[in-house]
């Protein structure tokens, strides 16, 4: 089973990129989880087609130790398993506990044994990198960290406090760096300015994505590019990232 952690600072793009990538990997006959690390609780929502699911912190809440794990999973498109973790309502609690108590009750009732995925994807809100955002790192969940960014300059900002808690954390047994994911926004120096990020924290540019109107399309229609556009370009560059991530675990033998 692989495991791998995709941050990103929150409207880069994450969740969209995350939810084709899965879709990608289940094309090719893999069992594919997607855990959404968001107190939005809309990472999974172009693969459900936009049906309604609960929370795991909202089961959690009302069920406490009655929580059973077909209550937290849902099974979207291309039988991507879909988990939200949810959160508090905004300035009434901690968005971090979300994560924590979703990825806690998925291990205590089974989820991975259940499941079998062969690959696990936690799309984690990376404006911030502490308490419970930083848990999908921690051993025992993520292998492998990707970040998301384009070259505007707050998302390179925020990606580089990511890949600084990243190497922070190593000492701890922590996920390692897996590289950089460039979704374009199509400002000046923008792939210049990316691999200079890379380049700072010894890594690699690993994939680069076109800002294309069908991505948007798609959302429209509540589902992923791969799933209304499957044969075009931006489908392709999908399917190509979701190839060099699984390469890259490889190489690791982490598969």
Known sequence: ????????????????????????????GLTVMQIGCDPKADSTIQLRHGK???TVL??????????KLKDMTMVGYQGVICVEAGGPTPGLGCAGRGIITALEKLKETGAYETYKPDI???????????????????????????IITSGENMAIHAGANIAMAVQNFR??????????????????????KVQELAEDFETKVIGKLTHSDLVTDAEEQGKTLMECYP????????RILAEQILNLCREDGLC
Not at 2 to 20: D, L, P, Q
């Open 52 to 54: 309604e699911m609960r």
């Open 171 to 192: 000492n701890r047994g922590y996920a390692a760096l897996g590289g950089i994911i460039l979704n374009r926004r199509n400002v000046k120096r923008e792939e210049e």
């Open 58 to 67: 909202d089961l959690y809440n009302e069920k406490k130790q009655n929580l």
């Open 120 to 146: 696990v994807l936690y799309d984690v809100l990376g404006d911030v990198v502490c308490g419970g955002f930083s848990m999908p790192m921690r051993k025992g969940y993520a292998d492998k960290v990707f």
């Open 231 to 238: 044969e075009s370009e931006m489908a392709t560059e999908y």
């Open 1 to 28: 089973m692989i495991k791998i952690a995709v941050y990103g600072k929150g409207g880069i793009g994450k969740s969209t990129t995350v939810s084709n990538v899965a879709a990608a990997l289940a094309e090719r």
